[in-house]
């Protein structure tokens, strides 16, 4: 959220930064309950890992859990996977001091083209968003659609997700277009 794009802007308020707290324990699960941005903390008491009402996602030394609430949403999708081989691609053929620059300025062109879709659909008078939208405005794979409902609904959009799942034809033509991602260093798009 920090480097969050104007587009972006319109749908996240000042105040959506979560809290940074450097280590939390036992202890701490009321003020954890309260958290009203939520949270980003470390902790060494892996009962927290059980008390699955307090995070969505926990990161453990071997794995990574998600909340039932956002299992599906945050399942890898043919397009992640898809998204992950290119930004491999470029990364590896850059120095790894520019590898987090290659990283941020995809994050920032991904980021940038889901919120101007978002605001240009609003803008429209649109009031769901379709499969032709997914990819073509959102640049988002139809398998991303569970994802997409629970931001609108964090963001407060007003808008549906009317996404039928393509066919198996659809799916071996059509492919999620990747940003570009701009090689630093080498002018490279």
């Not at 802007?9 to 939520?38: F, H, M, R, W």
């Not at 890898?76 to 001091?97: K, N």
């Not at 659909?121 to 659609?145: F, I, T, W, Y």
Request: proline letters at 5%.
């Amino acid at each position: 959220l920090q480097s969050a794009s104007t587009a972006a802007s319109k749908y996240l308020p000042a105040d959506t930064q979560p809290d940074a707290l450097l280590y939390v324990g036992l202890a701490d699960i009321p003020s954890l309950q309260e958290c009203q941005n939520g949270y980003v903390a470390c902790t060494t008491e892996r009962i927290l890992g059980e008390k699955t009402e307090l995070w969505d996602v926990f990161v453990d030394s071997d794995r990574i859990v998600t909340s039932e609430k956002f299992s599906r949403a945050l399942s890898l999708t043919s397009s992640d996977r898809q998204h992950f081989v290119e930004l491999s691609r470029a990364t590896r053929e850059e120095p790894a001091a520019n590898a987090a620059a290659v990283f941020e300025q995809y994050f920032e062109v991904t980021n940038d083209k889901l919120f101007t879709g978002l605001a240009s659909l609003e803008a429209a008078g649109a009031r769901e968003v379709q499969n032709h939208h997914m990819d073509r405005k959102l640049g988002l794979s139809v398998a991303d659609a569970p994802w997409l409902r629970l931001l609108v609904k964090e963001l407060e959009v007003h808008m549906m997700i009317k996404v039928t799942p393509p066919s198996a034809a659809d799916r071996a033509s059509r492919r999620a277009p990747l940003p570009s991602v701009q090689t630093v260093g080498r002018g490279r798009l």
